[in-house]
């Protein structure tokens, strides 16, 4: 089976431009995953505890994965590029959220899909809309370009040769 995916990536140790070009790469080298289309690179200040600025992004990947197997690979993507879970919303190397799942709505325990505080956060929404403008959020029914207007872009910048 075939579904298309949105993964939102995020750095805020080390270098972040060269790490995260490197995790599309290893998203890309991973079988049942093809890269559809990528966001530029954004500067953007940490929402949450006081922690470094963080460069975010997104992707649409084609995958021929199930959900949960999905999650696990990117899961296991972090690790190698050795995010340790110091604490939740800490500084990471990598991050990787799956977003969305072609219209899918799942909560388990150990997934949420659509991802439950992407619609609250512009260093998601922002390059999602750059990418998937007119994909339908399925728990709001809303599309992206749309979302993106209700939430404060200011702290989301645009780097410079992207
Ligand atoms: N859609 C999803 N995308 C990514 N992780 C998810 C998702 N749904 C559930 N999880 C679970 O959330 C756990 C916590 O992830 P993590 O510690 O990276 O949170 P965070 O990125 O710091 O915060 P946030 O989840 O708010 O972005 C992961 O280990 C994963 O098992
Ligand atoms: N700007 C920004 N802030 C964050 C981010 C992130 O990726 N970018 N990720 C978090 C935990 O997932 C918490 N805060």
Known sequence: ?????????????GDSHTILEAAIERLV????????????????????????DYLNGCAVLQVELP????LDTLLAIEQEFGRV????????????????????????PTLQIPHPRMRERAFVLVPLA??????????SGRVIKELVKEVDCSDVHLVKGN
């Open 1 to 13: 089976m075939q579904a298309r995916c949105a993964v939102a990536l995020g750095s805020n140790i």
């Open 29 to 52: 080298y991973t079988p049942g995953i093809l890269l559809q289309a990528k966001s530029r690179w954004y500067k953007t200040k940490a929402v949450g505890p006081p922690q470094p």
């Open 67 to 70: 959900p949960q197997l999905l």
């Open 85 to 108: 879970r110091q604490q939740h919303w800490g500084p990471r190397s990598l991050d990787l959220d799956l977003l969305l799942y072609d219209d899918l709505i799942l909560d388990t």
């Open 130 to 139: 750059e990418i998937a403008a007119n994909w339908i959020e399925p728990v």
